[in-house]
């Protein structure tokens, strides 16, 4: 495009800017807006309604409630001795209910540009995270500067601001960019209410700083089992199969609330990853109805490709259970004991776990395999 175009366009683009977002219906908006606008850039003949968020309306309206009807306490109504799916999500579950003003520092780094001048508390900040951070006042300070001298542990490939952060010795952080998903962290609550033998990391809090969203979570020792695999020998491998057999028992034996949809714990809906992450527009509360969105992924197959795959579902009526969804060995934290023997420390990045159909979890687990791979 000629300059004189360019600065055409930019004019154009300036002022048509939307103004300052300053209520949490409208900073959901503006985030809304930024990915559309994204996806237009991308492509110019893009279905619009396809990059919205699931569950839009819901989402914009919970957003519209009264910052002052948060009590931050979980109304949980006990079935048994198992919180109930459906009443685990209260108002203090809904992001941006809290809001502060922050000012940027002049560090020059990755955050600079992203942080922005608005801060919002999504989930409540722990009490061994605010320890840490040793201030009640200027929060939104402290974490900017705290993010500019963390540990960088892991970092995307594809996205320089997604990638996990060591704060101290015990809490990571997990940023990511415009993202409003917090299946993640919605199952990380839910299962911390279990007195079970799952170890998955305990939640600290979530907030957003300008676009970017920052996940608190305890810091998992060890190493991965993508790394310690090569080191066991079959005794050691038996001992690591053995103990995921137990952990993932126990994830699956948790009840599914009658009439209860499938999907994330809070309602968060279904998805499905395969080359992109695929998520419900609808409420999904069957396995049939699980298999419909399932096979209804545009350009999935030919009709008869699609017929065979459904073939391969089970006859019955597939029981419903909890679901980590991206079981792998990068995503299996091991550590070394005394004796030299790896046991099993974490299981991590629960972005699309959930109840889904029992045999979904077995779907996903050759998603990052390929052709070539040799791995026992």
Known sequence: MPPK????????????SPPKA??????????????????????QEVDLISTL?????????SRKLSPESDTGQNSILHIGSFPNVLTFCTESHLPFLKNATSQNGPENDIFTSSLGDSFSIVHPLSATLMEFLGTTTGLSQTIAKALRTSQVIWRSPVDEEFM?????????????????????YTTL?????????????KPHGVIYMGSILLMFTSLIPGITLEKAWPLLNESG??????????IFCNLRALPFPNKSQLGGVCQEGCKDLLRHVRRSEGVIQTAQEFEDFKFSRPNFGSYMFIQFLGRLAPAYESE?????????????????????????????????????????????LTNCLSPNDKSD
Do not use: C, M
């Open 5 to 16: 175009e360019q600065r055409s366009a930019k004019r154009t683009r300036d002022s048509t």
């Open 22 to 43: 300053v209520t949490d219906a409208a900073k959901f908006n503006a985030i809304v807006l930024k990915k559309l606008q994204k996806a237009f850039e991308d492509d």
């Open 53 to 61: 968020p699931s569950r839009y309306s819901e989402r914009l309206s």
């Open 164 to 184: 996990i952060l060591k704060l101290n010795s015990t809490i990571v952080i997990k940023t990511i960019r415009d993202n409003s998903d917090l299946t993640e």
């Open 189 to 201: 609550q839910y299962l911390h209410q279990f007195d079970l033998d799952i170890p998955a990391p």
């Open 237 to 246: 491998k038996a001992h690591i199969r053995d103990q995921l057999d137990t």
């Open 320 to 364: 419903i259970v909890f679901t980590h969804g991206d079981v792998r060995p990068d995503n299996i934290i091991v550590e070394a004991g005394q004796n030299g023997r790896y046991s099993v420390t974490g299981i991590l990045d629960w972005e699309f776990s959930g109840f889904y159909p029992e045999y979904h979890e077995s779907t996903k």
